[in-house]
């Protein structure tokens, strides 16, 4: 059993900035490349060129063998892990599980992390300029599939010199980017690591979706999209969109534990007549408010269009086993209990479908009061297993480096 | 659990085949028959700290309820399923052999013998559960709630139609090692069956 780090300790000999946490990967910086086009869309258009902004972790080992690719989430970005700068407050979303001595171990992997095509962090997307008509895509971007990220993100791959991935690794719809790796790229990953995901939505997933883009779409400042042309932005709708979004994120039981009904201000004293507000209210609205500010309405309905459309097997006559059994890597599986956006049900039917294809998985369902956001947060038994799984893709990369040179 | 029973149980499962083991426990039957016997699989368990023992040794590991039934298998979709010292604790042991026999064209199913001398002298001469090294729990926290001797599980499966292919009693005491051969229900601590439909 491994206990990772949390404490902030001063470095003494990593060179980070003092204050930083000693099993962080430090300040980082991010990078951008631009690949020429065409680049074919499963929708049928094309790109003449795209940019993708990313970051990267760690060493890449001599026979580039150690890489590990981050695929993120509906709100993700490239800043997976680290600090941008010494004043920086919060580290990149995923830094609780990378870093020195984490479960995806920046002194073993190369890890790769990257804000994907259509995002609002930097790479090509709606709020870039649309080369036709000089002016930001908005709502004409194409909408994308997570196929499309793969193939993008396999671009990536070359440019990084990587031929085959140590892992591909995913939560939520970084998950299903990680399995559609697995079937598109069979050859190109030993791992795939699927944490809270899903083969598909279900119809209720779905509908939470719609009643988000609803949100953003009948604010008056969301100008049928085109609202950074006329220089508006549907703040109101976008936060409506996060709060819907984050309520689904966490469980009754969570959003009990951490608010219950305490008040963060009015009274029901009989005879006073002042407006009650609930703290988790309060806590939503901040939710919302700090999203809206800093994330693209339309990269937000692109994404939540992205995840409403994957369908793992569609292609694959609707069978699941038959799309699997093209897959060559790995798999580890995990979930957990309060998740009910995606239910450890629907990790049991990836597992279920991989042991019928014959497919090497390890599926753990791990106790949470914390739903989908889990995913994210610190929890022992899921820092243990994920280390003990990347521990032994880890010793793969040296015993096959050893073989080679006995060979 | 016992070394002996699983030497019995590598020798019984074909090399290169496919195996599912029930309740793996920590993984080292699976990793095992993988090393020595190229045999391929997974293993089913539901105690997180055996699972997270299993994904340390490299072994495919499965999170699951075996009292859920095992539903989510296909007919014949292994040769073998095992499962070692699990029987006994399950809610319808019955049910879930039928379902192994659906799930693997064999299998092997080991558990403590509840008709050996020693739990018979416990409960006979102190008038209470037997607890003993083997079943160190006490009868009101034990996870082992549906005990059964030879003769028991004999019975089930002449009841069902279910065929035994071999069965073999095994004992750690030397003493009980050599008279278990001749009388398995009184000496021998763990019976290890090998059936087929």
Redesign the interface.
């Known amino acids: ?1 491994r206990k990772i780090l949390t404490t902030e300790a001063q470095s003494h000999h990593s060179g980070k900035p003092a204050g930083l946490p000693a099993n962080s990967v430090g300040i980082v910086e991010s990078k951008s490349h631009t690949f020429p086009g065409p680049f074919k869309l499963a929708c049928g258009r094309v790109l003449d060129e795209y940019t993708l902004v990313y970051e990267t972790y760690g060493q890449l080992n001599a026979d580039k063998s150690n890489g590990v690719l981050i695929c993120h989430a509906l709100s993700g970005h490239h800043h997976a892990a680290g600090y941008h700068s010494a004043s920086d407050k919060r580290p990149g979303w995923w830094d609780h599980y990378i870093g020195p001595g984490k479960p995806i171990d920046t002194n073993k992997f190369f890890v790769v992390a990257l804000n994907n095509l259509g995002g609002c962090h930097g790479s090509t997307g709606p709020t870039s300029i649309n080369p036709e008509t000089g002016k930001p895509w908005g709502a004409d971007f194409p909408p994308l599939r997570a196929r499309d990220w793969v193939h993008s993100q396999a671009q990536l791959a070359d440019l990084l010199g990587i031929q085959q991935w140590a892992a591909v690794v995913g939560g939520s719809l970084g998950g299903m980017q990680a399995m559609r790796w697995s079937l598109e790229y069979p050859e190109r990953l030993r791992h795939c690591v699927v944490i809270a995901s899903a083969m598909k939505l279900s119809a209720q997933n779905i509908a939470f979706n719609e009643t988000a883009r609803q949100a953003i779409t009948s604010d008056p400042d969301f100008r049928d999209g085109r609202y950074l042309e006329e220089d508006t932005l549907p703040r109101h709708g976008l936060a409506v969109a996060r709060m819907i979004g984050h309520i689904t994120y966490l469980s009754d039981d969570g959003l009990g534990k951490k608010f219950g009904r305490e008040l963060r201000s009015g009274t029901f004293e009989q005879g006073v007549e002042e407006l009650v507000e609930f703290q988790v209210q309060s806590y939503l609205r901040y939710q919302g408010d700090s999203f809206s500010g800093s994330f693209d309405p339309n990269t937000y309905i692109l994404m939540t269009r992205a995840l409403d459309y994957f369908d793992l097997a569609r292609e694959y006559g609707d069978d699941p086993v038959a799309a699997f059994s093209h897959a060559r890597s ?1 798999f580890l599986l995990v979930s957990f209990t309060s998740d009910w956006r995606f239910a450890p049900e629907r990790s ?1 039917e990836i ?2 479908a991989l ?2 294809a ?1 497919v ?6 791990v ?1 949470s009061p914390m739903g989908h956001d889990a995913f994210l947060l610190p929890n022992a ?1 899921y820092e ?2 994920f280390a ?2 990347m ?2 893709v880890a010793r793969e990369l040296t015993d096959s480096a050893r073989s080679e040179v006995a060979q | 659990m016992m070394r002996k029973d699983l030497d019995i149980i590598h020798n019984w499962v074909p090399a290169q085949s ?1 195996v599912l083991d029930l309740g793996c426990g920590d993984g080292a039957l699976l990793e095992r028959l993988a090393s020595e016997k190229q045999v ?1 699989g ?1 293993g089913v368990e539901i105690d ?1 700290e055996e ?2 023992k ?3 040794r ?1 072994v ?5 309820n075996l009292d859920n039934g095992l539903k ?3 007919d014949h ?1 292994f040769d073998t399923v095992l499962m070692t010292q699990a029987l006994q604790t399950l809610r319808f042991p019955h049910l879930v052999v039928e379902e192994m026999l659906r799930v693997g064209r064999e299998c092997i199913i080991t558990f403590p013998n509840f008709g050996q001398w020693k739990a018979r002298w416990h409960l006979a001469f102190s008038g209470r559960m037997p607890v003993s090294d083997l079943l160190p729990y006490e009868w009101y926290d034990t996870p082992n709630i549906h005990f059964c001797t030879f003769k028991d599980f004999e019975v089930l499966c002449r009841e069902h139609n279910w065929k035994i292919l071999h069965r073999q009693a095994v004992s750690e005491s030397p003493v009980s090692g050599v008279l278990k051969d001749f009388l398995p229900n009184l000496f021998g601590e763990t019976a290890i069956y090998h059936l087929t439909r």
């Not at chain 1, 090497?360 to 369902?365: G, I, K, M």
């Open positions: 059993m790995k049991r597992a279920d042991m019928h014959n090497p998985v390890t599926y753990a369902e106790e038994r243990n297993i003990a799984y521990n032994n | 496919r391929s997974y997180p699972i997270q299993c994904v340390e490299g495919n590991v499965v999170e699951q989510n298998f296909a979709s």
